[in-house]
Each structure stands twice: as structure tokens, then as C-alpha cells.
């Protein structure tokens, strides 16, 4: 059973910078896609970001463009997230998720993953 790994995540003041890493369990894990998502209290698990592992190609959330970056290393089997300019409202648990589908798109609701890290909470203060 491969077991996906957050970490990075913390407090940090509004308009620092954070850096999400997500490492795979196993090295031959290839999935066709992995995922960010993020889900603040009381709300539902919301899409942020996802990257397609083999072409890099990336989709981002509205809410996060020109602010976070996804990027992968084929290599080590890890993904990343840079996050900067942050606000207050990025406040969440982030987690990341992977995919065997071959279905191309933005994929952005969470069903469409198979596999999911545990979460590591983001905390941005005003």
C-alpha cells in the first residue's frame, strides 16, 4: 500500500511564503496526476492546484493563480506546492492526492483521486 507524505506546512504571517512537499511511499509509484486540495473548518475539501506527473502540465484554483506554484520531481516521486503572498484565508489543512486516470482536465473534485496524504495544516496570521 503506497502512503503519500505531507509536509512544509506551519504558521507564517500574511504575505510569507510556505513550500508543501508531498513524497510517495514507493519509487515506482507513477501516477498519472496528483493533486492539492485543502479543507478549512467547517468547509468542504476544495481543489487548489493539480499537475499532470509525466508533461508537468498544471491547473490551478482562481483563488490561488500567480500566488502558488505546482511542480513534481519525477525522480524522487515528490510534488510540491510554493505558496507565497499569503493571506489569512489560506488558512487549511492541505493535503495532497494522486490519480491512475487517464482522464485528461482539471479534475478538481476530490472522487476523482484514489490515493491521499494525511494532511498538514497551513496557519497564515494577519
Known amino acids: 500500500q503506497v502512503q503519500l507524505v505531507e509536509s512544509g506546512g506551519g504558521l507564517v504571517q500574511a504575505g510569507g511564503s510556505l513550500r508543501l512537499s508531498c513524497a510517495a511511499s514507493?519509487?515506482?509509484?507513477?501516477?498519472?496526476?496528483m493533486g492539492w486540495f485543502r479543507q478549512a473548518p467547517g468547509n468542504e475539501r476544495e481543489f487548489v492546484a493539480r499537475?499532470?506527473?509525466?508533461?508537468?502540465?498544471?491547473y490551478y484554483a482562481d483563488f490561488v493563480k500567480d500566488r502558488f506554484t505546482i511542480s513534481r520531481d519525477y525522480a524522487k516521486n515528490t510534488m510540491y506546492l510554493q505558496m507565497n503572498s499569503l493571506k489569512p484565508e489560506d488558512t487549511a489543512v492541505y493535503y495532497c492526492?494522486?490519480?491512475?486516470?487517464?482522464?485528461?482536465?482539471?479534475?478538481?473534485?476530490?472522487?476523482?483521486?484514489?490515493?491521499w496524504g494525511q494532511g498538514t495544516q497551513v496557519t497564515v496570521s494577519s
Open positions: 514507493r519509487s515506482t509509484f507513477r501516477p498519472y496526476g
Open positions: 499537475i499532470n506527473f509525466s508533461t508537468s502540465r498544471s
Open positions: 492526492a494522486a490519480d491512475f486516470s487517464r482522464a485528461g482536465g482539471k479534475r478538481s473534485n476530490p472522487d476523482e483521486y484514489e490515493y
